[in-house]
């Protein structure tokens, strides 16, 4: 009652002036000096060098980030726009779906012109590929559509080429790709198979008269869903289909079909229509396809997992169905890699913008008549926001990681890319959907404002949740792939190598029975807290599946009855990853302010992994030293307060890519601004 009180005072206090004397005098109004926008670089220090945390982020290319994001923002093609005195680039999402196609395509073309994607399927190295991710990265930041059109075009259309090509292939599609003279995409999704490639209903006949392979749609669920490109541009696809040779089904393959010509028009034999208007992502032009005897020639399989001689025998060097089926997959490695440094990219986006906000918006005065507070002196506001900002900076280290493991890929590190991609996806784009709905919150009613991004931003990237594998589907692989790695090293004389389960090899950490700052902040205690987590789900999930085993159930059926175990040694398995290459890039720094801060970030990314559900259900954690972790992570947060704007900054995302409530959103705002 008291502070109900108080505030009703304040309220009176603000509105009317004493009243006069006389009775009769009506009170008059007054006003308290107006809000002015103050930058929040003219308060806030900065303790360490912003361009080294950068490039400690980022890691590489920088130079080629900073030249395509000047391109971006001298072009009237992507939608520049004065808001508060400062020049904001996106897209214009009150466009129709038609008009938003036809903006993605011509930004393409603008890029494409300027040569943007020179080499990116021709040129051969490590350099080029991190150069491709750059550029992706940076074109995520402006819109996820262009990022998704071009991912399908190189990414998938081309890098099937790459794989599951042979020279002759590489030789007639990989330069047309580059040049645009070919627009390709990626037919595997079906009306009726997601997930389950395997299970997919196009079926392809060869026909050794003609030498021609035939493709058919034999029933509505096996048209092919959500084809990027499909609806409008893409000239050529990759089709996956079930290959039925002299009448043995030989499983998933790949082959190249045509479905426009050079005019636009499409094929004979080939009906499209469009997938229709979508939360998110609509300069896509996603598309359905039915094959009606579509014939292709021999050569237009691609065969470097298996092939069909001319009179029709079918010729693999890979015997194993399973293994044969997994070569096929191996594509959508890549498209993963994008999706999940690209998530990263956008939960900056989302901080940046909110951080920003809360260092120049204020709200309440804790005492009559004193200045209202900025919203990130508030405990509870540090509290929503910097352990984040924690998360997405570790996840930075993660994703780095997952493109060097990539770009040096032989097949011997094929599965860990699996693992950790397939891992890592799952992680970062369930974490850019609650990182950009707390940033949302954060922002209050200015974060339902298209301009703002942050709210919109959510719509356009819920579906990385689903595309390139349904995220729990994912995590129900890296746990397969643990459980293979554990029976693996129960055989005599084996250990554990490999995925970062070395630690199984050592004896089970302890937690201290009382937790301390100092222990807590210790970076080989938070390692040994997250193997402890991994080691025991692992160790539960083995046994449980074991379990059902014994009752005489299939290895797939104890699986799935192990779903919640398996999800959560996913996560498990991620959030240890993710800590070790934070602290390997910690390792690389000499003493000093930015060391330091990274300790920080570093010890409330960890703690907050300890806060998961598992350390309190599996009792890692006594109830007294969960709530010790609660009340450091509190402090960590204060500590770092001063550096909030720093870190947001050493994201090297240009102002013209975030909002204007990023800046000074009271100009933003204005009349005047409203009358232009």
Same mark, same amino acid.
């Given at each position: 009652?008291?502070?109900?009180?108080?505030?009703?005072?304040?309220?009176?206090?603000?509105?009317?002036? @004493?009243?006069?004397?006389? $009775?009769?005098?009506?009170?008059?109004?007054?006003?308290?000096?107006?809000?002015?926008?103050? @930058?929040?670089?003219? $308060?806030?220090?900065?303790?360490?060098?912003?361009?080294?945390?950068?490039?400690?982020?980022?890691?590489?290319?920088?130079?080629?980030?900073?030249?395509?994001?000047?391109?971006?923002?001298?072009?009237?093609?992507?939608?520049?726009?004065?808001?508060?005195?400062?020049?904001?680039?996106?897209?214009?999402?009150?466009?129709?779906?038609?008009?938003?196609?036809?903006?993605?395509?011509?930004?393409?073309?603008?890029?494409?012109?300027?040569?943007?994607?020179?080499?990116?399927?021709?040129?051969?190295? *490590? *350099?080029?590929? %991190?150069?491709?991710?750059?550029?992706?990265?940076?074109?995520?930041?402006?819109?996820?559509?262009?990022? /998704?059109?071009?991912?399908?075009?190189?990414?998938?259309?081309?890098?099937? /080429?790459?794989?599951?090509?042979?020279?002759?292939?590489?030789?007639?599609?990989?330069?047309? &790709?580059?040049?645009?003279?070919?627009?390709?995409?990626? =037919?595997?999704?079906?009306?009726?198979?997601?997930?389950?490639?395997?299970?997919?209903?196009?079926?392809?006949?060869?026909?050794?008269?003609?030498?021609?392979?035939?493709?058919?749609?034999?029933?509505?669920?096996?048209?092919?869903?959500?084809?990027?490109?499909?609806?409008?541009?893409?000239?050529?696809?990759?089709?996956?289909?079930?290959?039925?040779?002299?009448? &043995?089904?030989?499983?998933?393959?790949?082959?190249?079909?045509?479905?426009?010509?050079?005019?636009?028009?499409?094929?004979?034999?080939?009906?499209?229509?469009?997938?229709?208007?979508?939360?998110?992502?609509?300069?896509?032009?996603?598309?359905? /396809?039915?094959?009606?005897?579509?014939? +292709?020639?021999?050569?237009?399989?691609?065969?470097?997992?298996?092939?069909?001689?001319?009179?029709?025998?079918?010729?693999?060097?890979?015997?194993?169905?399973?293994?044969?089926?997994?070569?096929?997959?191996?594509?959508?490695? =890549?498209?993963?890699?994008?999706?999940?440094?690209?998530?990263?990219?956008?939960?900056?986006?989302?901080?940046?913008?909110?951080?920003?906000?809360?260092?120049?918006?204020?709200?309440?005065?804790?005492?009559?008549?004193?200045?209202?507070?900025?919203?990130?002196?508030?405990?509870?506001?540090?509290?929503?926001?910097? @352990?984040?900002?924690?998360?997405?900076?570790?996840?930075?280290?993660?994703?780095?990681?997952?493109? %060097?493991?990539?770009? !040096?890929?032989?097949?011997?590190?094929?599965?860990?890319?699996?693992?950790?991609? $397939?891992?890592?996806?799952?992680?970062?784009?369930?974490?850019?959907?609650?990182?950009?709905? #707390?940033?949302?919150?954060?922002?209050?009613?200015?974060?339902?404002?298209?301009?703002?991004?942050?709210?919109?931003?959510?719509?356009?990237?819920?579906?990385?949740? &689903?595309? #390139?594998?349904?995220?729990?589907?994912?995590?129900?692989?890296?746990?397969?792939?643990?459980?293979?790695?554990?029976?693996?090293?129960?055989?005599?004389?084996?250990?554990?190598?490999?995925?970062?389960?070395?630690?199984?090899?050592?004896?089970?950490? +302890?937690?201290?029975?009382?937790?301390?700052?100092?222990?807590?902040?210790?970076?080989?205690?938070?390692?040994?807290?997250?193997?402890?987590?991994?080691?025991?789900?692992?160790?539960?999930? +083995?046994?449980?599946? $074991?379990?059902?085993?014994?009752?005489? #159930?299939?290895?797939?059926?104890?699986?799935?009855?192990?779903?919640?175990?398996?999800?959560?040694?996913? !996560?498990?398995?991620?959030?240890?990853?993710?800590?070790?290459?934070?602290?390997?890039?910690?390792?690389?720094?000499?003493?000093?302010?930015?060391?330091?801060?990274?300790?920080?970030?570093?010890?409330?990314?960890?703690?907050?992994?300890?806060?998961?559900?598992?350390?309190?259900?599996?009792?890692?954690?006594?109830?007294?030293?969960?709530?010790?972790?609660?009340?450091? /992570?509190?402090?960590?947060?204060?500590?770092?307060?001063?550096?909030?704007?720093?870190?947001?900054?050493?994201?090297?995302? @240009?102002?013209?890519?975030?909002?204007?409530?990023?800046?000074?959103?009271?100009?933003?705002?204005?009349?005047?601004?409203?009358?232009?």
């Amino acid at each position: 009652m008291d502070r109900a009180f108080q505030r009703t005072k304040v309220l009176t206090d603000h509105l009317l002036q @004493p009243p006069p004397s006389s $009775s009769f005098q009506i009170p008059s109004l007054y006003s308290n000096a107006c809000l002015n926008y103050s @930058p929040p670089e003219l $308060s806030e220090k900065y303790a360490f060098d912003i361009n080294d945390m950068r490039k400690l982020m980022d890691g590489h290319d920088l130079e080629e980030r900073d030249r395509l994001f000047g391109m971006i923002t001298q072009s009237k093609v992507f939608n520049p726009k004065v808001r508060g005195g400062k020049v904001f680039v996106s897209p214009d999402y009150n466009q129709s779906m038609e008009q938003q196609r036809e903006m993605t395509w011509k930004r393409i073309e603008y890029l494409f012109e300027r040569g943007v994607f020179q080499g990116w399927l021709t040129g051969e190295g *490590e *350099e080029v590929e %991190m150069r491709r991710f750059a550029c992706f990265e940076v074109l995520g930041l402006f819109d996820h559509s262009i990022s /998704i059109k071009l991912g399908v075009h190189f990414f998938l259309w081309g890098g099937a /080429i790459q794989f599951f090509g042979t020279k002759h292939h590489h030789d007639k599609w990989l330069r047309d &790709t580059e040049n645009y003279l070919i627009k390709g995409c990626f =037919a595997m999704t079906e009306l009726g198979h997601g997930s389950n490639v395997r299970g997919i209903e196009t079926i392809t006949t060869y026909d050794s008269n003609t030498r021609e392979f035939v493709i058919n749609t034999p029933c509505e669920s096996a048209q092919k869903y959500w084809i990027g490109g499909a609806a409008n541009h893409a000239t050529h696809t990759i089709v996956f289909s079930q290959i039925n040779i002299n009448g &043995t089904n030989q499983g998933v393959h790949a082959l190249i079909a045509q479905i426009r010509d050079a005019d636009g028009n499409v094929c004979p034999n080939i009906r499209i229509a469009d997938c229709g208007h979508k939360i998110g992502l609509n300069g896509v032009d996603n598309g359905r /396809i039915w094959f009606d005897n579509v014939r +292709v020639p021999r050569e237009n399989l691609l065969n470097s997992v298996a092939d069909v001689s001319p009179d029709g025998k079918y010729l693999s060097a890979i015997k194993d169905p399973d293994q044969r089926f997994a070569a096929f997959l191996a594509p959508l490695t =890549a498209g993963r890699v994008n999706i999940a440094v690209n998530a990263v990219y956008q939960s900056k986006v989302g901080l940046a913008i909110a951080i920003r906000y809360a260092l120049t918006r204020r709200a309440f005065s804790l005492k009559p008549k004193e200045p209202e507070v900025l919203l990130l002196d508030y405990p509870s506001h540090q509290r929503r926001l910097l @352990p984040l900002l924690a998360k997405t900076c570790a996840m930075s280290f993660g994703a780095n990681y997952l493109k %060097m493991l990539y770009v !040096k890929r032989t097949p011997q590190s094929n599965k860990i890319i699996h693992v950790v991609s $397939s891992s890592f996806k799952a992680t970062f784009t369930w974490s850019n959907m609650q990182i950009l709905q #707390e940033c949302r919150e954060a922002c209050g009613g200015q974060g339902l404002k298209t301009e703002n991004r942050v709210g919109h931003l959510k719509a356009e990237h819920d579906v990385q949740s &689903t595309f #390139e594998g349904d995220n729990n589907i994912l995590m129900q692989q890296v746990s397969k792939a643990l459980f293979a790695e554990y029976m693996a090293a129960q055989k005599p004389n084996k250990a554990f190598k490999g995925l970062g389960l070395e630690h199984m090899n050592k004896p089970c950490p +302890v937690i201290p029975s009382q937790l301390t700052t100092t222990t807590l902040r210790c970076s080989q205690f938070q390692m040994d807290a997250l193997c402890l987590r991994e080691r025991d789900l692992l160790n539960r999930f +083995v046994a449980e599946v $074991s379990q059902c085993r014994a009752k005489g #159930e299939s290895k797939e059926h104890a699986f799935i009855m192990s779903y919640q175990l398996a999800e959560d040694l996913g !996560k498990a398995f991620s959030d240890r990853t993710i800590l070790q290459t934070f602290v390997e890039a910690e390792a690389t720094l000499a003493a000093g302010s930015l060391k330091d801060v990274l300790g920080m970030l570093r010890s409330l990314y960890a703690l907050n992994c300890l806060e998961d559900g598992a350390y309190l259900r599996y009792g890692y954690l006594s109830v007294e030293n969960a709530a010790t972790v609660r009340r450091e /992570i509190t402090k960590i947060c204060s500590e770092l307060r001063p550096h909030a704007l720093a870190l947001v900054s050493s994201f090297g995302i @240009p102002d013209a890519f975030l909002s204007p409530i990023a800046f000074n959103w009271i100009d933003a705002n204005s009349w005047s601004s409203a009358q232009h």
